[in-house]
């Protein structure tokens, strides 16, 4: 039961994902290349599906720097975990946070607790 709703979350999560393609024309950009190299620096996230690359919807931010919302690119560079793992804790409510979930106290400009609680994860605090 427990694998079976893990890959239900999962199933759920790609539902609000665009591809490579959709992630250049949203943002402008020049070629299919970029959103590959903003990943591998870890400046966007994406989940691999099926051989592509999947990216969230929730992490972009027309009034955010570089299309993103604010603070993400250090919150996913703190992160010690796979990607898939972050796009979940991204959206988890966590407890030291009020009960907003990371990406909601990021956007209300709550970076530097986002920060603690996302080098947290790798103690075991996640």
Do not use: Y
Not at 61 to 81: C, F, I, K, S, Y
Request: proline share 7%.
């Amino acid at each position: 039961e427990a694998l079976q709703a893990r890959f239900a979350s999962r199933r759920v999560l790609l539902q609000h994902c665009i591809g490579t393609n959709d992630v250049v024309r949203m943002l402008g950009l020049r070629n299919r290349q970029t959103p590959l190299d903003r990943l591998k620096a870890q400046t966007l996230l994406a989940i691999r599906e099926q051989g592509q690359w999947r990216f969230p919807l929730w992490q972009f931010d027309p009034d955010g720097p570089d299309g993103v919302t604010a603070g993400l690119p250090e919150v996913l560079a703190a992160l010690p975990v796979a990607d898939l793992s972050k796009a979940r804790w991204l959206q988890r409510p966590q407890p030291l946070l009020d009960g907003q979930t990371p990406l909601e106290a990021l956007r209300a400009g709550q970076l530097n607790r986002v920060l603690a609680e996302a080098r947290a994860v790798g103690c075991g605090q996640d």
